[in-house]
């Protein structure tokens, strides 16, 4: 399950107010992300349900690991990091990224895939399987680009549109559209907003 540090926005606030500036800022950059949608309060909620993909991303994508996941899946699962990452000639690959570090595969898969579809080491997994089908991006509707705030901008960013009051630039969720998990009930606002706030924490804190 996904941890939240904290949550900045009170519960009372709803984002009815923000929804136009969302989804204006949205319109500005959609053909950019046509792979995903656009989460909103009211969008199905996203439920994993991996016999209905074959388990689709442990099977395409190879996984970026940074220092403290690795170190959280060392902890978690007693594994040493070289039973656990991309090796060349018995050390760890170690790629000039953030993320240096790649989780292992093997027959066209992630490791960690069990026959039944489910992770092996889902309490250590990575930010990145924590995180999909969701990512966030910020657009700067004065522009209407996608742009990288410095974290205090980012933060204050998302703390204002949390708080129903957003500012430039605007946090948008998106969700990966080709995934079949989003059958779930509707997210209400106080649900889209803990989403947000924790998709946001992983993805630009690492927590």
Same mark, same amino acid.
Request: net charge negative.
């Given at each position: 399950m996904r941890r939240i540090v904290s949550t900045h926005y009170h519960p009372g606030v709803t984002v009815d107010a923000a929804l136009d500036r969302i989804v204006a800022a949205w319109d500005h950059v959609r053909e950019r992300f046509g792979a995903y949608s656009l989460v909103l309060p009211g969008t199905?909620? %996203?439920i994993c349900q991996p016999n209905l993909c074959t388990a689709h991303c442990c099977n /395409? %994508?190879?996984v970026n690991l +940074?220092? /403290?996941e690795a170190a959280r899946m060392t902890r978690e699962t007693g594994m040493a990091l070289v039973q656990f990452l991309e090796l060349e000639d018995g050390d760890p690959i170690t790629l000039p990224l953030a993320q240096p570090f790649l989780l292992a595969r093997e027959g066209g898969h992630c490791r960690f895939l069990g026959p039944e579809l +489910?992770?092996?080491v889902y309490t250590g997994r990575p930010n990145a399987c924590r995180l999909y089908p969701h990512f966030v991006v910020f657009v700067d509707d004065a522009t209407g680009k996608v742009t990288t705030p410095s974290p205090g901008d980012a933060r204050r960013a998302l703390n204002a549109l949390l708080a129903g009051q957003p500012l430039s630039p605007v946090p948008l969720l998106l969700g990966h559209a080709e995934c079949p998990g989003f059958t779930g009930n509707p997210l209400a606002g106080a649900s889209w907003r803990t989403l947000l706030e924790v998709t946001y924490?992983?993805?630009?804190e690492g927590l």
């Open positions: 199905p909620s %996203f /395409a %994508f190879s +940074g220092e /403290a +489910g992770c092996t924490q992983l993805q630009y």
